[in-house]
């Protein structure tokens, strides 16, 4: 292990950021140096600007693939290393496109749900779905986090190293019930994974609700991450209010829930359409019919 790197790592660590942000960085940094075989403190601003052409224009990466690049490299550069560079201008981030997130309905979340065969992997994603939980949070779920006598889910350190309560409806409720007294799950973990002491991989997730999807025939695309939408437009739709939504979610900003704004029917369609103000068209009178001549 070089230097650099491990200056770089004690740096993450003391800043008490997320393993799953560190790897990256770490990942990212290493791909960077890899690709001039230099060490990264010997690149310059010109090396950093022709290695995100490489990775726009050769490797067609998307942009917000390319942000994770730039958050490493900047941590690196600013951090780490102590280069006081105008950063926003010598290692920029690539503007996005906006998109806005394909919702299931109701009833189709209801028939995805049925597809999935497996018992454990149909309790995961209806807790993504009931408690609007990413899967990341739904898959590292302890049976203490179930209070039965509030009715609430714990979620511990969640995105950004936030606990927050969801609610614990009583159809989900059910289901957990349902999928513990089937399985008896051992240890710390309420879905246990295939290694010992670890919680079920979210690739195994993934793959189960790409399966569903197949079986299911939907249009719409669908993954764990779809149905926390669903439950945030779903919640918007039934009147409630953004800022609770917002709780729920563990949205830092308010801004990030107010997405759901473009998307809930109740606020799209609350306006009438122009067209539907037109007056009608008059019909024509008929013109009487032509004499029967004998």
């Known amino acids: 292990m070089t230097s650099l790197r491990l200056r770089m790592m004690e740096d993450m660590q003391v800043r008490n ?11 990212q940094v290493s791909q960077f140096a890899r690709h001039f075989a ?23 990466l998307a942009p917000r693939s390319v ?7 900047r941590f690196l550069y600013r951090v780490t290393l102590g280069l006081d560079w105008d950063f926003e201008q010598i290692i920029p981030c690539p503007k996005a496109p906006k998109t806005l997130a394909v919702i299931l309905s109701p009833e189709e979340v209801l028939h995805f749900l049925g597809c999935i065969e497996s018992l454990k992997h149909r309790a995961i994603l209806t807790t993504c779905y009931a408690a609007g939980l990413r899967i990341s949070e739904a898959t590292r779920l302890k ?7 509030r009715m609430v889910l714990r979620v511990e ?3 950004g190293q936030k ?3 969801v609610m614990l409806s009583a159809r989900l409720l059910e289901v957990l019930t349902n999928y513990w007294r089937a399985v008896r799950p051992t240890g710390a973990w309420m879905f246990p994974g295939a290694v010992v002491g670890e919680p079920i991989s979210t690739s195994a997730v993934d793959a189960t ?8 025939k939907l249009s719409k695309p669908v993954t764990p991450h779809s149905l926390r939408h669903a439950f945030a437009v779903h919640l918007l739709e039934a009147g409630t209010d953004l800022r609770t939504i917002q709780l729920l979610l563990g949205h830092r900003s308010l801004s990030t829930t107010a997405q759901y704004l473009r998307i809930a029917t109740n606020k799209v369609c609350a306006a009438t359409s122009p067209l539907e103000l ?7 009178a008929s013109s009487p019919p032509a004499p029967e001549h004998f």
């Open 17 to 27: 950021l997320s393993r799953h942000t560190q790897d990256s960085y770490l990942l």
């Open 38 to 60: 230099k060490s990264p403190a010997l690149l310059g601003p010109e090396d950093i600007r022709a290695y995100q052409v490489y990775l726009m224009n050769e490797k067609k």
């Open 67 to 73: 942000h994770v690049t730039v958050a490493a490299l």
């Open 143 to 149: 049976p203490e986090a179930i209070d039965r006598q």
């Open 157 to 159: 350190q969640g995105k």
């Open 163 to 165: 606990d927050r309560y």
């Open 209 to 216: 609700c790409r399966k569903a999807h197949r079986v299911s």
């Open 278 to 284: 037109l007056p009608r068209p008059i019909p024509k």
